[in-house]
């Protein structure tokens, strides 16, 4: 089974930058595509931005133009480079695994954002 852990989280005055990482392990094979998801508290959980294991991506609109996901396939980590943050952009961050074998998403426990205005 994949298992994901999550980094990178902190607090940022707004306009400041963060960079998330995800490694994942396990079964790393079953993997079709990573992804990461936020939820703010009162909101439900949105996606933020994914790439699958050819490298196509998808972003959220409101962080396309300062948000860039990547990722290393050799070593099973996903990076989510967010410049410019914004106060809106505080909420847990979530790591996504989609198992191509199980037909499940797994999911890392989770990192916190948070932006200061």
């Known amino acids: 089974q994949v298992e994901l852990v999550e980094s990178g989280g902190g607090l940022v005055q707004a306009g400041e930058s963060l960079r998330l990482s995800c490694a994942a392990s396990?079964?790393?094979?079953?993997?079709?595509?990573m992804g990461w998801y936020r939820q703010a508290p009162g909101k439900q959980r949105e996606l933020v931005a994914d790439?699958?294991?050819?490298?196509?991506?998808n972003y959220l609109d409101s962080v396309k133009d300062r948000f860039t996901i990547s990722r290393d396939i050799d070593k099973n980590t996903v990076y989510l480079q967010m410049n410019s943050l914004k106060p809106e952009a505080t909420a847990d961050y979530y790591c996504?695994?989609?198992?191509?074998?199980?037909?499940?998403?797994?999911w890392g426990r989770g990192t916190q954002v948070t932006v200061s205005s």
């Open positions: 996504n695994a989609k198992d191509g074998v199980l037909m499940r998403d797994r």
């Open positions: 396990g079964t790393t094979p079953s993997i079709n595509a």
């Open positions: 790439i699958t294991r050819r490298g196509s991506t």
